[in-house]
């Protein structure tokens, strides 16, 4: 059992020492950081609730839905909605970067526990997957949405709704997209591969972006 939680939490550890110290400017207080790692393990309960509760009254049925609706969306609002209620207006949200780290710290509560209880039932041999395909995606998800709402915090009142809006939207997509190519495609891994390239580089872009900038300078381009 030692061996399969220390399995679980590796990856996500890993990735969340990468994002933490690869701010430019000044590091989060170190507490907001495994409080918001700590919201992201209990934010599992209330969604595989949800989702139980869906698949039992058949509204979460065939793989679109399944995909982009009780996956991708569910998921990635509930992690929105965290963020906005306990980061957007905190007074250490004062860099552009803040909100990848929190949003990657959620996320990765998130895949941590997710991670441990699939090795649990399903063995540690699938570690190493679950490392590089979930894990790692939930991370990227993670970072694109703090990007997008890192904008919208240092952004005029005119474009904010824009930046909260792709916050939401796009790492909802992107989510539905993994699950979709996992559960709709035959030989999805020659899908998955080119899905996961892109995702590493569009998040890692948005993290150079946003660790470019400091709070009051120059604003960041789409």
Known sequence: MFGIISAGLAPGIAL??????KEKYESEPIHMVIRLFILGVLLVFPTMFIQYVLEKEHISEGSFVVSFLTSGFLEEFLKWFLLMVSTFQHIDFDEHYDG???????????????????????????????????????????VIMGFYIGKARFSSSKTKMKWLFCSLFIPALLHGLYDYILLALKNWIYFMLPFMAFLWWFGLRKAKKARSVKAGGQSLQQ
């Open 100 to 142: 990848i780290v929190y949003g990657t710290s959620l996320s990765l509560g998130f895949a941590t526990l997710e991670n441990i209880l699939y090795l649990i039932g399903n063995g540690v041999e699938y570690a190493f997957m679950r490392a590089l395909l979930p894990v790692s995606s939930h991370a990227l998800f993670g």
């Open 16 to 21: 969340l020492m990468y994002f933490y110290l």
